[in-house]
């Protein structure tokens, strides 16, 4: 069955009550997190921030009940904002609406198509490249309001957004910049004094007092955009049926970047509590909840890394906890909705400032700089184009360079040494091994289109092994993509207990491994150029039961 919801599926089973209580406390955390988060997002998109807390309190909701993850967190998102920015100043608020809804049914029609397991093919540098990308635009438009600057219209183009920063230099507002900085600080460190309660959420709650308190002159949320409703209501967008075609475009957009990032965000939280989503059903999920949020005013919803993370962290492990948070956010905007104008934009900016920064993954982003140069073509050509022309060429570039790179790549392959020693024999030359050592042979290059499906097969094999032997003889190149998903699941093996060696290694793919850091990960006395020195190393340690260390 494609449509297989996981609360459903665990209802069934049965869900223990303080699981339960554990998810409700969770999610009730996730709801305060994604407060600021929300009105955030909504206001650097350019719609009000009540269409930000609408969407996570109905998106969230939706994509807890029907999605294929135990602990997705559904709601708006930074990779979103740049793309509703356009999309609003090109089509108006209606225009994203109807573009919304129809991401919604393409996200559905996806998920029965079943196309979710074909997103794992997107390239680990596209990914960052796009990510790292958003980042930056993301900061640059938070710096208006940051330095307190004010400029009725910002422009569209990098270049000329950052000159006319520079030319209104001299008026910054120092109280803003202040209170952006308090901002920043006070995310950032507060986890040091309390982990559980979010730093953004103290930090808006503090400084939005101090304003008031001291009439501190900076701008409010109220000065653009006035009193902010306490309630939801259904209304239904405008628009000619004629004019369909119009919006299929950023349609696309959003529902490409929806499932991607949904995805990701399940796949992550799958490391976190050794889990595993359903793809298909997650899509259907997000699309459903894309196709209901407009009709409330929404903006587009997708999965949260960062609040799914969250919810991971404080205990959550069913959708019990992502219905929690949807609940939370709807009696904070019941009751508590008044207050929200008087948050000063600053706060705001601040909050960005910290998401951009967690977005970018800058170890990634240099890590992928230190590989192949088949792999940073891709990152900095999805880098600089989803900075200077747009998130839709940036993919489509990139999609392309990584199919066009990796054809040369295969190509390419008869021209790398393979070693491959006399006495690699067949696995039935030597006596059987005992049951504790098991071995798995990796059958050709580790690319990002064989990369998560090695990845799985490696960990389902090894999880349950004391020693796992990966024989790699066969393995003639590495690339980013895999590299990642290869180190996650080493490293996640080791956290089982299990020991990795590997054997027949080539020179190339050993310094691709060494650059990083997955020698040190296994350790070097663990990797071995023959098989037959592998299964010998395995055995001495089963029989003496010697506990290995790296040097």
């Known amino acids: 069955m494609i449509f297989q919801p996981k609360l459903f599926t665990l209802l069934k089973k049965g869900i223990s009550k303080e699981q339960i209580l554990k998810d409700v406390i969770a999610g009730s955390i996730v709801g305060i997190v994604a407060l600021p988060l929300a009105i955030a997002f909504a206001v650097a998109s350019g719609v009000s921030p009540e269409k930000g807390i609408i969407t996570a309190i109905v998106a969230g909701f939706i994509i807890s009940i029907f999605g294929g993850s135990r602990v997705q967190i559904g709601g708006p998102t930074g990779a979103f904002i740049i793309i509703l920015y356009g999309i609003i100043e090109q089509y108006g608020i209606d225009g994203l609406l109807i573009s919304t809804l129809m991401a919604g049914v393409i996200l559905v029609i996806f998920g029965f198509l079943k196309l979710g397991n074909l997103l794992k093919y997107f390239p680990y540098p596209l990914i960052v490249g796009f990510t790292s990308g958003i980042a930056v635009v993301i900061f640059s438009t938070q710096i208006k309001d940051a330095l307190g600057l004010h400029i009725d219209k ?8 950052w000159q006319l920063y520079f030319q209104q230099i001299n008026n910054i507002n120092f109280y803003a910049l202040a209170i952006t900085l308090s901002t920043i600080i006070i995310t950032v460190n507060f986890k040091k004094i309390n982990s559980k309660i979010p730093g953004s959420f103290v930090a808006l709650l503090l400084l939005t007092l101090a304003v008031q308190i001291f009439h501190i002159p900076v701008t409010t949320i109220e000065t653009f955009f006035g ?5 939801i209501t259904f209304s239904l967008p405008n628009f000619e049926l004629s004019d369909l075609t119009t919006y299929l475009v950023p349609a696309l957009v959003i529902a490409l970047l929806g499932s991607v990032e949904s995805l990701l965000s399940a796949v992550v939280s799958d ?14 999920a997000q699309g459903l909840a894309n196709i209901m949020t407009p009709f409330f005013g929404g903006i587009p919803a997708t999965g949260a890394i960062a609040r799914t993370a969250t919810n991971v962290e404080n ?15 709807l009696l904070i905007m019941l009751f508590f909705m008044n207050y929200a104008k008087l948050i000063p934009m600053s706060v705001l900016a601040g909050i960005l400032i910290v998401v951009a920064f967690n977005m970018s993954e800058y170890k990634s982003f240099f890590s992928i700089l230190k590989g192949s140069a088949y792999d940073y073509i891709v990152l900095l050509s999805t880098f600089v184009l989803t900075i200077l022309v747009d998130l839709t060429v940036a993919i489509q570039v990139g999609i392309v360079l990584s199919s066009l790179l990796f054809m040369k790549r295969m190509a390419d392959v008869d021209k790398h040494e393979i070693v491959v020693s006399n006495d690699e024999d067949d696995i ?6 005992p049951k504790d050592i098991a071995v798995y042979e990796i059958g050709g290059p580790l690319f990002f289109a064989s990369a998560k499906q090695y990845a799985e097969l490696i960990k389902q094999r090894g999880v349950s092994a004391k020693i796992l032997i990966i024989r790699m003889r066969h393995v003639s190149f590495i690339d980013a993509t895999a590299l990642h998903n290869f180190y996650e699941t080493i490293n996640l093996l080791k956290e089982n207990g299990t020991i990795v060696i590997t054997s027949g290694t080539n020179n190339e793919v050993f310094k691709a491994l060494k650059k990083h850091n997955i ?21 001495n340690i089963t029989n003496h039961h010697i506990i290995t260390t790296c040097n």
């Open 154 to 161: 910002l422009p569209a183009d990098f270049f000329e957004k």
């Open 227 to 231: 009193t902010i409703p306490s309630n």
């Open 271 to 284: 490391g976190m509590i050794g889990g595993a989503h359903r793809s298909n059903t997650e899509l259907i």
């Open 315 to 329: 205990g959550g492990r069913t959708p019990i906890s992502g219905i929690a948070h949807s609940l939370t956010l």
């Open 428 to 433: 039935e030359n030597y006596e059987k091994l």
């Open 519 to 539: 020698v040190s990960l296994i350790c070097e006395q663990n990797m071995h150029r023959t098989f037959v020195r592998a299964v010998k190393y395995a055995k």
